[in-house]
């Protein structure tokens, strides 16, 4: 949350950093993190539950699909006009244009979802983004009982501690 | 030039006959500059004139000298294109690729626009007509006052009105009737010389060969050049049509196979002026006592003369073994009647005389003289002169003897041999007076230019023989200042110090004057009113009658006596071959071979265009160490030429073929015989080591196993067939028409005719020899044509007209990705250029290759472009196009029945393809009524579809050819 | 060895930041070579564009020649870019991370060449966009039974998500260089960033995101090039009307894509000094796909000969496959085989393949050897189809030559510009798999 008071600290090490996760957790604080690559030990000891990406792609593809379906179907329907003897609305070939349509869309969704969520986490968490964390140090930013949280980094092997903001 | 008096005593005479053939008012109105160029609507219209309205004028063609009846479609005042007439004894509605091209001769870039007169510089400067007349009548005075033949004329065979005036003319400008040369090279003069020595009759027999059940062709061409090919074609398209044993059989002998020999069941391939050897081989047999041929009476006398012949010299002299020989002697006494035609152009040689009276003997021998024979039935207007007379004329002009000649649509310098020496001759005539349409090898010597109007914008008539009459008339306004030339030597006759009598200088007056002999013998009375009479005919095109009933001709066998020696044996050397030179359907003898359709469309036998080329036969070819393409030098004593080779198992061994043309000319001798001559020439042919891309449409001439044109004999009375009855989907459903073809190739003789009607048609246009070279014609149709299975299988040549097929499952349809060409519900297979982006698939996917693309625009030098079919596109650069079935015809044919409230007819629509074919194969209607004619000939047992395996389900449907070889 | 690993980071954002330093003479030459060739290419065009295709060697029967053999090409050069991306992803194979962004810049460069072939070769290409669909006057749509369509939607499809995949790929590792960079580089990568900060949040929606990616790339991959076969596979020409063309398309396309793949990856990472990130081992592993798919294609080859043998003597389809090993075109023929199933099969040693100058000699073979059977499949067909009559030889002209090098020319153009703007490696995949070695050497080490 924005404006939300708390400490920041930052490891080399993801290994560290998990560790401090964990600790900061066990204490009942509120851990937010920043990281180069989504290190898998990490993401673990934040155990935040899995993205719901899905719940806007998939609708997405779906839409894809019916796009493809009303664009091939309809505009034959719309002009009669016959070709090689074969009928009208002929599923083999329409099936090819409606699969390439439904991961078109899907995809493109996927991109929205991916950039406005991408966006939302970065204003959300706007406490623990810092600029070294897209570089080579990771950032653990722990809201609540400052001290503690402090104390906790410190433990944990963080180079460096400050409060934010 | 422009002053309106000046220029239209030819334009009264249309507001005449306007008057008179009511269809004539279009001409008054609008000639075609003004049908172009103004831009103020009229006032009054023309009642006459309904714009997009075609009007049709009958007339007569001039191309050569059959003289079919032609139907002339105009549009807004211009031709737009020339069909036979169907009411016309001659052609019966069809017109052959050179009579169809007759109307780019009309439009032709190079036509001379006014009298031009050769100045002081030596170029061409225009002058006045009335300058041009004086100067000639000058002229012809001062020349004719030194006495006879000082004043000659060389012209064309005009059996007409135009004719008439030359000889009044001549004789007002006191020359001999012997000062009027007639130069038509390619008269089969040897027949002329033979009818008269033997049955004393006059003029060139007229045959009648739907009625002969065998016909033996001795190098006579005629389903190509020889005579009345058209009439030729339908004639042997008529008895082929009867079944079994009265079925017309056809033998060509020759060395060399060509068109007509394609559409024989047998070639007798005897060496070249071995046919009078054949021939009198054929009497030897026939008049053997043990044979007991029955033969006419007054042929028997012969009988001991001719047992006196070997039959081992004969088979030697014909270089064929004696059992063909006699297997067709004992054929021809067993099938009678029957016809023997000869000789033509290739066979036309030193023994040529002979070959033409034992022709002659054996017609008589067999009883076809009053059958299929007629004699005394051809036109007795006008004579072609011999070689001789020619000789002469030539000879008098190098020798300074001749002041003025007249040179009346003949090219002596450019259709005679080279060895004539025709060039020399006319420079040493101080004025040459040339009435040529256009620029011409002779026109180049000319002094004096007065460009006549082309047969389309005048007014004549043709005798075509006894009881045919033909009449030209304007379909137009002259394009350019040019003036009738029958006119010309009226005017200037009058002019002379002995003026010729001439009732009008008006060629329409010309012509009426003319038309009571017509009538008279038409209806064997005079006439009431004769204007009726004659516009009626202007209408029909022509003064048509039975022939007048002439009593057979009887053999006079002491007269026959010298023909029966024993012909010499080949000389010359041999390391040499014999020049066999022949015309083509499209060359002609010759003249016009220039206009842009007849070099376009490609040669049926060999698919070359643009070019000349040599036949070769594969075993020569090997010889000499030459390959399709290579240049190899021909040369015989008269000269030298260098011409592409062209691989061609139809050629003997010993021979080499070179179609009419410069070429040709340049190596042929100047005989002093009474006939041209065109064969016998011994030649020593070599590789040049030089080499050409010969313009050949053909890829492989080979069926490679494939059955692609089956053909069916007795034994075999069906072509198999595929099994298609399983269907992946519903059959497309046709409302109202299904339009569909059937081509009969029995009748199919591949003389292109139907090309040509295509390019004018269609306004297909004419890409040139670069693009034939890289195979890029863009012709709708085309005749493919199969010389055998394999490499060195046996030759047996089939044709296969190729165009769309408008199939029901057409595979071009679905891979368009814009829809520019689908099936219609008429079951067209409709190609919409203007929605074309040229991905071109739709001819990848096409298994007849039918599809053609513009790989670049296409020009139409003006005039030409004024003969373009404003009903049809003119394509651009990057579509597809492909025959549509004349889509246009279809439209005008089913608005008409709509108009009138009634379905359309079978057989009222037709193609132009359909419509000018000779022989009838080709036949149009709707495949959804049971009983038209192209539903009945799709049930025909010998029907067929091309590559019927792919499913394409074509609307074209083929009837195989019938093949009776072997069969006696 | 807390430090290590940041030395590690660190380390690997300098390799990457220094490919993007200021380019020598070497690279000015290059880029002025392939640009000049590009222009070449153009101009001989604009020649068609002038006056008509009658500058091409095309003629009846054969309308397609080596333009729609260069489109060909390029579709399959194309294809290795998303199958080592995508594909390898969903297998987890960890070799891919250093080579896969390399691949797939020029996955997007390559389709970028291959769509512009089709029009192109049009008669009429200033109405390309007619085979689009859109609401127009003419109330006309295109033709969706046409293959023709089909790829217009493939390949647009393809170059859509592939971009997208590359960007959505580079935009951590822009918003890494961003840190450091100035002027319009650092605007550049602020875009390209979308704004990253690596939070959780982020990184939790990007893997997700990720991972769809790649699900829907990978059946694309296969869709794209079978749509591409079908251009062939659906007619009825003998020769093209073949049901094993899909299959045989798309492992002939990952041949020469991993090919060139390997033929790109050998002199960048040396003038790029990439040795560090793009091991032997890795491109060891790619040549181990270049054995495998070339022993696919030489399956296909031989299937496809031996049952159109079978056919009956005057079958137009065993026509045709004999006059190809036979005909005016056999040494297209032999010298496919020998580059696609002779050159990766010699791979099958380990010393053939660890010597860089063998491998990389091998793979220009089996491109040259792809653009041969495509030259092949297209060319040999048409010239050889049902009415013998017909049948002509094509030969490229001047103009459909310089066109066709021009190709590689605005590639390699496309590619060079790439390489100073996109980091040819994934940052954060390697930054990931340090972490993971210096985790388990601090293991062996505690």
Known sequence: MPGERGVLGTFGDPGAAARAVRALRAAGLRVDAAMPAPFPELVEALGKHRSRLGLVTFPGAVTGLCLGVLLTVGTSLAWRLVTGGKPIVSVPPFVIVIFELTVLVGSLTNLVAVVVGGARGAKRQAAVAAAEAVGDRIAVFAAGDPAAAARLLREGGAEEVRDVP | MRDPSERRVGRRTFFRITGAAGAAGVAAGCSPQAATERLVPWIVPPEDVV?????????????????????????????????????????????????????????????????????PGGALAPLSWDE?????????????????????????????????????????????????????????????????????????????????????????????????????????????????EDRTRVTWVGPRLSLTGVSADRWVRCRSGGEGAVALGLLRVLLDPARSVAVAAEV??????????????????????????????????????????????????????????????????????????????????????????????????????????????????GTLPASFHAREALAKVPLVVSFALRPDPTTALGHLVLPDNHALESFDDVAVRAGVVNLVQPVMTPLADTRQAAQVLAEVGTRLPTPAAFPSTDPFDLLLARAADHARAALGTAPADLATVHRDALQRGGHWSAPPPSRPPR??????????????????????????????????????????????????????????????????????????????????????????????????????????????????????????????????????????????????????????????????????????????????????????????????????????????????????????????????????????????????????????????????????????????????????????????????????KVRTFNWRDAQFERPLDMQLNPDVTVRSRGVMEKCTFCIQRIRHGENEARDEGRPVRDGEIVPACAQTCPAQAIVFGDAKDPDSRVSRLARDGRAFRALEETNAQPAITYLAGVRQRGET | MTTSTGEAFRSIEETVRATHGRPGPAYWIGLAIAGSVAAFGAWSYSLIVRTGLHWTGLERPGMWGNLITDFVFWVGIAHSGTLISAILFLFRARFRTAVYRIAEMMTVFAVLTAGLYPILHLGRPWF??????????????????????????????????????????????????????????????????????????????????????????TPLVVSVHSVVSWDFAVSILPGWHSTLFPPYFVAGAILSGVAMVITILIPVRRAFRLETLIELRHIDMLARLVILTGLIVTYSYATEILLALQGPAGDPERSTFLYRMTGPYAFVFWTMVACNCVGPALLLWNRVRRSTPLLMGICIAVNVGMWLERFNIVVSSLSHDRLPFDWRIYVPTWVEWAMTVGAFGWFFTLFMIGMKILPPVSIAELKEEAAHASHEGAAHAG
């Open chain 2, 300 to 413: 028997a006398p012969l009988s001991p003369r001719v047992a006196r012949l070997d039959p081992r010299d004969l088979a030697d002299r014909a270089g064929v073994p004696w059992e063909e020989i006699e297997r067709l002697a004992l054929e021809l006494g067993r099938r009678r009647p029957s016809a023997l035609l000869g000789p033509g152009a290739q066979s036309q040689g030193a023994g040529a005389v002979q070959l033409a009276a034992v022709a002659t003997i054996l017609d008589v021998a067999l009883g076809n003289v009053g059958r299929t024979v007629f004699h005394g039935r051809d036109q007795r207007e006008d004579v072609p002169s011999s070689a001789d007379e020619v000789g002469a004329l030539l000879a008098a002009a190098a020798a300074g003897e001749v002041d003025v000649l007249l040179v009346h649509h003949a090219d002596p310098v």
């Open chain 2, 132 to 244: 041009a007349e004086d100067a000639l009548a000058q002229s012809v005075a001062a020349a004719g006052a030194k006495g006879p033949g000082r004043v000659r004329l060389l012209t064309r065979l005009e059996p007409g009105a135009t004719g008439a005036v030359q000889r009044a003319f001549m004789k007002a400008a006191g020359a001999r009737p012997r000062d009027r040369v007639v130069l038509e090279p390619f008269d089969p003069a040897p027949l002329r010389i033979a009818a008269r020595a033997l049955l004393g009759a006059d003029g060139l027999p007229v045959f009648d060969l739907a009625e002969a059940r065998s016909i033996v062709a001795f190098g006579a061409d005629f389903l190509e050049t020889w005579r009345s090919p058209v009439e030729g074609a339908r004639q042997l398209a008529a008895g082929r049509g009867r079944l079994g």
């Open chain 2, 51 to 119: 714009p997009g309205q075609p009007l049709y004028y009958r007339t007569a063609c001039r191309e050569c000298s059959a003289g079919c009846g032609v139907t002339a479609r105009t549009r807004e005042g211009r031709a737009t294109k020339l069909e036979g007439n169907p009411e016309d004894p001659i052609g019966r509605g069809a017109l052959c690729a050179r009579g169809q091209a007759a109307i780019q001769g009309l439009y032709h870039p190079e036509r001379f626009r006014g009298p031009l007169r050769r100045g």
């Open chain 2, 555 to 848: 053999l006079d066998a002491h007269a026959a006596e010298p023909f029966l020696a024993l012909p010499a044996p080949a000389g010359g050397m041999p390391s040499e071959l014999d020049l066999v030179v022949f015309p083509t359907a499209l060359r002609g003898d010759g003249r016009g071979a220039d206009l842009p359709w007849l070099r376009e469309v490609p040669d049926t036998l060999s698919s070359v265009s643009w070019s000349p080329w040599l036949e070769v036969s594969p075993a020569t070819a090997k010889r000499l160490g030459v390959a399709t393409g290579e240049l190899v030098a021909v040369s015989t004593p008269a000269g030298r030429a260098e011409v592409p080779a062209y691989v061609f198992p139809g050629i003997r061994d010993d021979a080499v073929g070179l179609p009419i043309g410069p070429e040709a000319l340049a190596l042929l001798p100047a005989e002093s015989a009474p006939t041209f001559r065109w064969s016998g020439v011994r030649a020593t042919v070599a590789r040049t080591g030089g080499r050409t891309r010969l313009p050949v449409l053909e890829g492989s001439p080979y069926q490679h196993g494939r059955e692609l044109v089956p053909v069916v004999s007795a034994a075999a009375p069906s072509p198999h067939r595929p099994d298609l009855s399983a269907k992946m989907y519903p059959e497309p459903t046709h409302p109202q028409h299904r339009w569909a073809m059937a081509i009969d190739l029995d009748r199919c003789t591949g003389c292109q005719a139907c090309m040509v009607a295509c390019h004018a048609e269609n306004n297909v246009p004419v890409m040139g020899a670069q693009a034939a070279t890289e195979g890029r014609y863009m012709g709708w149709i085309r005749v493919e044509r199969y010389l055998g299975e394999a490499p060195g299988a046996d030759l047996d040549v089939r044709l296969l007209p190729m165009l769309c097929q408008q199939c029901t499952n057409a595979p071009c349809e679905p891979v368009c990705p814009v829809y520019a060409t689908y099936h219609t519900p008429e079951g067209l297979n409709a190609q919409i250029y203007n929605r074309c982006v040229g991905t071109r698939y739709c001819s990848n996917n096409c298994p007849y």
């Open chain 3, 128 to 217: 390309a966009h007619w085979l689009f669909p859109y609401p127009n006057q003419r109330g006309l749509w295109p033709n969706f039974r046409s293959p023709l369509i089909w790829d217009v939607f493939a390949v647009s499809t393809y170059l859509i998500v592939s971009t997208v995949f590359l960007l959505v790929g580079v935009a951590p590792d822009a918003a890494a260089l961003r840190a450091r960079a100035t002027g319009w580089r650092r605007r550049l990568y602020g875009v390209l960033a979308f704004g990253w900060k690596g939070t959780d949040e982020q990184w939790r929606h990007y893997t997700r995101a990720y991972l769809f990616f790649a699900a829907f790339a």
